[in-house]
């Protein structure tokens, strides 16, 4: 199995980063992993014995996926076609399953899985907040597997340990909180966060708009308000293309229209 060190080196070619590892319970239901056809003897159905989490801080994967054949072909979803292809590999190459925060619902809890992993904040733009990387994170896969390397044992967190709940969302963080003004909720012009939950149907009519047009050019102004994290603030061409998949998959819908 790959050690930690092993697997960041695997993953930075594509400028991809390990977010930290987190050991399942027993009682925990996460897919099997496949049968490896180089060992037949292992048993198909196992449990994965470790959660590593992969993802992205600030922009520095952004040169190499647009450097990819993903991004360049025209097809729909570049960025997670290039993350299954990049994720089904490395699962593929220690007998893992590659697992994805993106495709249809029911979604795999990536915000609670990644809580597990390294520590993270709540806060109040549904993003988690990261002490260093600040809000400018995300994940692209996590890598079930079927045992841990001895030398990592140590380090990952044992299967006891912090089991994020629903409760997270509404602990307020000490980060958050202590930051004055919280300038993230004063920023969106449409006041998307300040009814105690993202009102999604207000910020994707105003970034429809010729209105919301910083929103579309510049990426979400909340996101862009918060003072943490500032030095991996994703470049405008990135945020840029997160916007524009976001609008493409939420048309506008005017306001005040019932259902018919
Ligand atoms: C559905 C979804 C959305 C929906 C949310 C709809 C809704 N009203 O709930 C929409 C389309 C709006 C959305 C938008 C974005 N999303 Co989104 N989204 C997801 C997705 C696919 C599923 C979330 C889910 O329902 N999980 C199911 C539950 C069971 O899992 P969970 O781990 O318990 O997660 C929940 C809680 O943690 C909760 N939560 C955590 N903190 C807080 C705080 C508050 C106040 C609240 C109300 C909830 C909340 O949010 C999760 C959903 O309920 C996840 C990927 C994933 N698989 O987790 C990404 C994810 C949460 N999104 C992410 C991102 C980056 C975005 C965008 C910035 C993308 C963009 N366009 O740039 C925007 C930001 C919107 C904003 N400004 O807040 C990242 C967050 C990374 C991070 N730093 O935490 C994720 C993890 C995807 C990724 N690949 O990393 N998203």
Not at 54 to 81: E, I, Y
Request: aromatic content about 10%; charged content about 10%; hydrophobic content about 40%.
């Amino acid at each position: 199995m790959p050690t930690r060190q092993e697997l960041q080196a695997a993953l930075s070619p594509f400028g991809l980063v390990l977010r930290g590892g987190w050991r399942p319970t027993a009682d925990e239901v996460l897919p099997s992993l496949p049968s490896s056809p180089s060992s037949p003897s292992s048993p198909s159905g196992q449990a994965p014995a470790v959660v590593w989490m992969v993802g992205v801080a600030g922009s520095g994967f952004w040169p190499l996926f647009k450097a990819s054949a993903f991004f360049q072909d025209g097809l729909p979803d570049p960025l997670d076609r290039w993350s299954r292809h990049v994720g089904e590999a490395l699962a593929q190459r220690w007998g893992g399953l590659a697992l994805f925060p993106f495709g249809p619902p029911p979604y795999h809890p990536f915000q609670t899985w990644a809580a597990r992993a390294e520590p993270l904040q709540a806060s109040p733009l549904m993003l988690r907040m990261h002490a260093t990387y600040g809000l400018w994170h995300a994940y692209r896969f996590a890598l079930a597997l079927p045992s841990i390397a001895t030398a990592d044992l140590a380090q990952s967190s044992p299967p006891e340990a912090t089991v994020a709940t629903d409760n997270t969302r509404t602990i307020p963080t000490d980060i958050c909180v202590a930051c004055d003004g919280q300038p993230c909720l004063a920023a969106c012009p449409v006041q998307a966060f300040s009814q105690g939950g993202f009102q999604l149907q207000a910020c994707v009519n105003h970034v429809h708009q010729p209105a919301g047009q910083a929103c579309h050019q510049n990426g979400c102004q909340s996101r862009q308000a918060c003072p943490q994290g500032t030095p991996y603030r994703y470049h405008r061409e990135h945020q840029q293309f997160h916007m524009q998949a976001f609008l493409a998959s939420h048309p506008p819908v005017p306001t005040g229209m019932g259902p018919v």
